[in-house]
Protein backbone atom coordinates (compact mmCIF):
# COMPACT_ATOMS: atom_id res chain seq x y z
CA UNK A 1 0.00 0.00 0.00
CA UNK A 2 1.03 3.78 -0.53
CA UNK A 3 0.37 6.04 2.27
CA UNK A 4 0.20 9.98 2.26
CA UNK A 5 0.36 10.98 6.19
CA UNK A 6 -0.11 14.67 6.54
CA UNK A 7 1.93 15.45 3.71
CA UNK A 8 2.73 18.20 2.48
CA UNK A 9 4.83 20.21 -0.40
CA UNK A 10 6.77 23.07 -1.46
CA UNK A 11 9.57 23.54 -4.08
CA UNK A 12 12.47 25.11 -3.09
CA UNK A 13 12.74 28.84 -3.02
CA UNK A 14 8.60 28.63 -2.86
CA UNK A 15 6.56 29.25 -0.56
CA UNK A 16 3.32 28.17 -2.09
CA UNK A 17 2.32 24.83 -0.98
CA UNK A 18 1.50 22.71 -4.11
CA UNK A 19 0.01 19.85 -2.07
CA UNK A 20 -1.43 19.13 0.58
CA UNK A 21 -2.37 15.11 1.30
CA UNK A 22 -3.35 14.46 4.83
CA UNK A 23 -4.50 11.03 4.18
CA UNK A 24 -4.86 9.34 0.92
CA UNK A 25 -4.32 5.39 0.70
CA UNK A 26 -3.38 3.22 -2.30
CA UNK A 27 -4.18 -0.28 -1.56
CA UNK A 28 -2.20 -3.41 -3.86
CA UNK A 29 -4.29 -4.63 -6.77
CA UNK A 30 -6.07 -1.83 -7.12
CA UNK A 31 -6.69 0.53 -10.63
CA UNK A 32 -6.60 4.16 -9.96
CA UNK A 33 -7.06 7.02 -11.79
CA UNK A 34 -5.60 10.61 -10.96
CA UNK A 35 -6.97 14.00 -12.62
CA UNK A 36 -6.60 17.67 -12.03
CA UNK A 37 -6.30 20.69 -13.84
CA UNK A 38 -2.61 22.01 -14.82
CA UNK A 39 -0.87 22.99 -11.76
CA UNK A 40 -3.11 21.03 -9.58
CA UNK A 41 -0.35 18.77 -8.23
CA UNK A 42 -0.58 15.18 -10.46
CA UNK A 43 2.96 14.98 -11.11
CA UNK A 44 4.03 16.33 -7.94
CA UNK A 45 1.75 13.32 -6.01
CA UNK A 46 3.17 10.40 -8.65
CA UNK A 47 6.87 11.74 -7.52
CA UNK A 48 6.38 11.38 -3.96
CA UNK A 49 5.11 8.22 -4.50
CA UNK A 50 8.48 6.68 -5.59
CA UNK A 51 10.49 8.95 -4.21
CA UNK A 52 11.47 10.98 -6.56
CA UNK A 53 10.30 13.97 -4.05
CA UNK A 54 10.44 14.12 -0.81
CA UNK A 55 7.91 15.37 1.17
CA UNK A 56 8.63 18.96 2.83
CA UNK A 57 6.11 17.85 5.91
CA UNK A 58 4.45 14.14 6.86
CA UNK A 59 5.65 10.78 5.31
CA UNK A 60 4.97 9.09 1.92
CA UNK A 61 5.15 4.64 2.95
CA UNK A 62 5.53 2.80 0.07
CA UNK A 63 4.56 -0.95 1.34
CA UNK A 64 5.42 -0.13 5.02
CA UNK A 65 9.47 2.01 3.52
CA UNK A 66 9.82 5.88 4.30
CA UNK A 67 10.17 7.29 1.19
CA UNK A 68 12.14 10.11 3.52
CA UNK A 69 14.83 7.31 4.28
CA UNK A 70 17.50 7.19 1.66
CA UNK A 71 18.44 3.55 2.40
CA UNK A 72 15.26 2.29 1.64
CA UNK A 73 14.55 4.43 -2.06
CA UNK A 74 16.32 1.53 -4.06
CA UNK A 75 13.56 -1.02 -2.98
CA UNK A 76 10.94 1.85 -3.21
CA UNK A 77 11.92 3.04 -7.10
CA UNK A 78 11.86 -0.40 -8.33
CA UNK A 79 8.54 -1.32 -6.04
CA UNK A 80 6.84 1.71 -8.12
CA UNK A 81 7.56 2.66 -11.64
CA UNK A 82 6.52 5.28 -13.58
CA UNK A 83 6.34 5.71 -17.33
CA UNK A 84 6.64 9.75 -18.55
CA UNK A 85 4.54 11.57 -20.62
CA UNK A 86 7.68 12.04 -22.92
CA UNK A 87 9.47 8.30 -22.95
CA UNK A 88 12.16 9.46 -24.93
CA UNK A 89 13.29 11.03 -20.71
CA UNK A 90 13.75 6.91 -19.96
CA UNK A 91 15.62 5.61 -22.39
CA UNK A 92 19.45 4.93 -21.71
CA UNK A 93 20.04 2.11 -24.76
CA UNK A 94 20.79 1.96 -28.45
CA UNK A 95 18.44 -1.12 -28.90
CA UNK A 96 14.79 -2.07 -28.07
CA UNK A 97 16.54 -5.87 -26.77
CA UNK A 98 19.56 -3.43 -24.56
CA UNK A 99 16.69 -1.77 -23.24
CA UNK A 100 15.24 -4.09 -21.52
CA UNK A 101 18.05 -5.88 -20.19
CA UNK A 102 19.97 -2.41 -18.94
CA UNK A 103 17.59 -2.64 -15.76
CA UNK A 104 18.30 -6.12 -15.32
CA UNK A 105 21.92 -6.18 -15.31
CA UNK A 106 22.26 -3.34 -13.23
CA UNK A 107 20.40 -5.91 -11.04
CA UNK A 108 22.69 -8.70 -11.24
CA UNK A 109 20.30 -10.80 -12.89
CA UNK A 110 21.73 -14.00 -14.41
CA UNK A 111 22.13 -13.85 -17.98
CA UNK A 112 20.15 -17.27 -18.76
CA UNK A 113 17.17 -15.50 -16.69
CA UNK A 114 17.78 -12.04 -18.48
CA UNK A 115 17.74 -13.52 -22.18
CA UNK A 116 14.36 -15.34 -21.00
CA UNK A 117 12.57 -12.53 -19.52
CA UNK A 118 13.68 -10.22 -22.25
CA UNK A 119 11.65 -12.75 -24.71
CA UNK A 120 9.09 -12.70 -22.62
CA UNK A 121 8.38 -8.76 -22.85
CA UNK A 122 9.15 -8.68 -26.52
CA UNK A 123 6.56 -10.76 -26.99
CA UNK A 124 4.11 -9.59 -24.67
CA UNK A 125 4.62 -5.86 -25.52
CA UNK A 126 4.48 -6.53 -29.49
CA UNK A 127 8.07 -5.70 -29.53
CA UNK A 128 10.02 -8.40 -31.88
CA UNK A 129 10.24 -7.54 -34.77
CA UNK A 130 11.89 -4.23 -33.73
CA UNK A 131 14.15 -5.73 -31.38
CA UNK A 132 17.59 -4.48 -33.22
CA UNK A 133 16.28 -0.48 -33.64
CA UNK A 134 17.24 2.02 -32.05
CA UNK A 135 14.44 3.51 -29.74
CA UNK A 136 14.70 6.93 -31.30
CA UNK A 137 13.36 5.56 -34.66
CA UNK A 138 10.00 4.09 -33.46
CA UNK A 139 6.74 5.42 -33.24
CA UNK A 140 5.27 7.11 -30.38
CA UNK A 141 2.62 3.63 -29.64
CA UNK A 142 6.13 1.82 -29.63
CA UNK A 143 8.45 4.17 -28.14
CA UNK A 144 5.65 4.02 -25.01
CA UNK A 145 5.10 0.13 -25.22
CA UNK A 146 8.80 -0.14 -24.57
CA UNK A 147 9.21 2.57 -21.52
CA UNK A 148 5.93 0.47 -20.07
CA UNK A 149 8.12 -2.82 -20.99
CA UNK A 150 11.30 -1.79 -19.25
CA UNK A 151 9.47 -0.64 -16.58
CA UNK A 152 7.16 -4.25 -15.95
CA UNK A 153 10.23 -6.20 -17.04
CA UNK A 154 11.55 -5.10 -13.22
CA UNK A 155 8.62 -7.03 -11.44
CA UNK A 156 7.23 -3.64 -10.07
CA UNK A 157 4.29 -3.77 -7.69
CA UNK A 158 3.24 -0.22 -8.84
CA UNK A 159 3.16 1.82 -11.93
CA UNK A 160 2.53 5.05 -12.42
CA UNK A 161 1.73 6.35 -16.22
CA UNK A 162 1.85 10.02 -16.11
CA UNK A 163 -0.21 11.24 -19.10
CA UNK A 164 1.42 8.40 -20.90
CA UNK A 165 -0.91 8.34 -23.62
CA UNK A 166 -1.46 12.28 -23.92
CA UNK A 167 1.43 12.48 -27.40
CA UNK A 168 -0.52 9.54 -28.69
CA UNK A 169 -3.51 8.97 -31.75
CA UNK A 170 -6.67 7.88 -29.74
CA UNK A 171 -5.58 4.78 -31.60
CA UNK A 172 -2.49 4.15 -30.01
CA UNK A 173 -3.88 5.38 -26.84
CA UNK A 174 -6.90 2.79 -26.56
CA UNK A 175 -4.40 -0.41 -28.13
CA UNK A 176 -1.62 0.80 -25.39
CA UNK A 177 -4.19 1.00 -22.28
CA UNK A 178 -5.71 -1.94 -23.57
CA UNK A 179 -2.25 -4.38 -23.64
CA UNK A 180 -1.41 -2.41 -20.33
CA UNK A 181 -4.42 -3.57 -18.35
CA UNK A 182 -3.66 -6.72 -19.39
CA UNK A 183 -0.07 -7.08 -18.22
CA UNK A 184 -0.81 -5.72 -15.27
CA UNK A 185 -3.84 -7.91 -14.65
CA UNK A 186 -1.69 -10.91 -15.26
CA UNK A 187 1.37 -9.20 -12.92
CA UNK A 188 -0.70 -8.27 -10.00
CA UNK A 189 0.69 -4.80 -9.88
CA UNK A 190 -1.49 -1.53 -8.81
CA UNK A 191 -2.38 0.90 -12.03
CA UNK A 192 -1.73 4.39 -10.94
CA UNK A 193 -2.94 6.59 -14.14
CA UNK A 194 -2.50 10.51 -14.39
CA UNK A 195 -4.65 11.11 -17.11
CA UNK A 196 -6.05 13.98 -18.58
CA UNK A 197 -8.99 11.62 -20.73
CA UNK A 198 -12.23 11.15 -19.06
CA UNK A 199 -12.57 8.06 -21.09
CA UNK A 200 -9.30 6.60 -19.56
CA UNK A 201 -10.48 7.29 -15.53
CA UNK A 202 -13.63 5.52 -16.51
CA UNK A 203 -10.84 1.98 -17.45
CA UNK A 204 -10.08 2.39 -13.31
CA UNK A 205 -11.97 1.39 -10.55
CA UNK A 206 -10.80 4.60 -8.53
CA UNK A 207 -10.99 8.38 -9.78
CA UNK A 208 -9.24 10.89 -7.48
CA UNK A 209 -9.36 14.41 -8.65
CA UNK A 210 -6.78 16.97 -7.49
CA UNK A 211 -7.90 20.55 -7.05
CA UNK A 212 -4.95 23.24 -5.61
CA UNK A 213 -2.77 20.32 -4.50
CA UNK A 214 -5.65 18.46 -2.21
CA UNK A 215 -8.09 15.91 -3.19
CA UNK A 216 -11.46 17.46 -4.20
CA UNK A 217 -13.03 13.78 -5.40
CA UNK A 218 -11.48 10.81 -4.70
CA UNK A 219 -14.76 7.63 -5.71
CA UNK A 220 -15.85 5.24 -8.58
CA UNK A 221 -15.24 7.57 -11.56
CA UNK A 222 -19.02 7.54 -12.83
CA UNK A 223 -19.91 8.59 -9.30
CA UNK A 224 -17.23 11.36 -9.63
CA UNK A 225 -18.20 12.40 -12.80
CA UNK A 226 -22.11 13.23 -11.79
CA UNK A 227 -20.28 16.34 -10.16
CA UNK A 228 -19.82 17.62 -13.60
CA UNK A 229 -20.58 21.36 -12.60
CA UNK A 230 -17.63 21.36 -10.07
CA UNK A 231 -15.79 19.83 -12.45
CA UNK A 232 -15.55 21.61 -15.05
CA UNK A 233 -15.10 24.30 -12.86
CA UNK A 234 -11.95 23.10 -11.24
CA UNK A 235 -11.03 23.16 -15.48
CA UNK A 236 -11.20 19.39 -15.01
CA UNK A 237 -12.66 17.43 -18.77
CA UNK A 238 -16.04 15.87 -18.10
CA UNK A 239 -17.20 13.42 -20.57
CA UNK A 240 -19.25 14.32 -23.41
CA UNK A 241 -22.89 12.75 -22.17
CA UNK A 242 -22.40 14.52 -18.22
CA UNK A 243 -21.23 17.72 -20.15
CA UNK A 244 -25.03 18.08 -22.36
CA UNK A 245 -26.64 17.09 -19.17
CA UNK A 246 -25.36 19.70 -17.82
CA UNK A 247 -25.93 22.51 -20.38
CA UNK A 248 -29.92 21.16 -19.77
CA UNK A 249 -30.05 22.37 -16.63
Known amino acids: MIE ?7 YPGDPHTVLR ?3 LQIREGSSVAIMGANGSGKSTTAFCMNGMLVPTAGDVLVDGLNTADRLSLSHIRRRVGVVFQDPNLQFTSMSVERELAFGLENLGVPSEVMRRQVEDQLRA ?3 KRIRDCAPS ?3 GGEKQRLAVAAV ?3 HPGYLILDEATSLLSAASRRALLQLVGEVVKRSGATLIMITQFPHEAFTAE ?3 VLHRGAVAFDDAPRTVFRNARDLTGMGVPVPLTMRLALDEV
Not at 4 to 10: D, G, L, Q, S, T
Open 125 to 127: FNL
Open 4 to 10: FRNVEFR
Open 206 to 208: RLI
Open 137 to 139: ILS
Open 21 to 23: LPD
Open 152 to 154: MIL
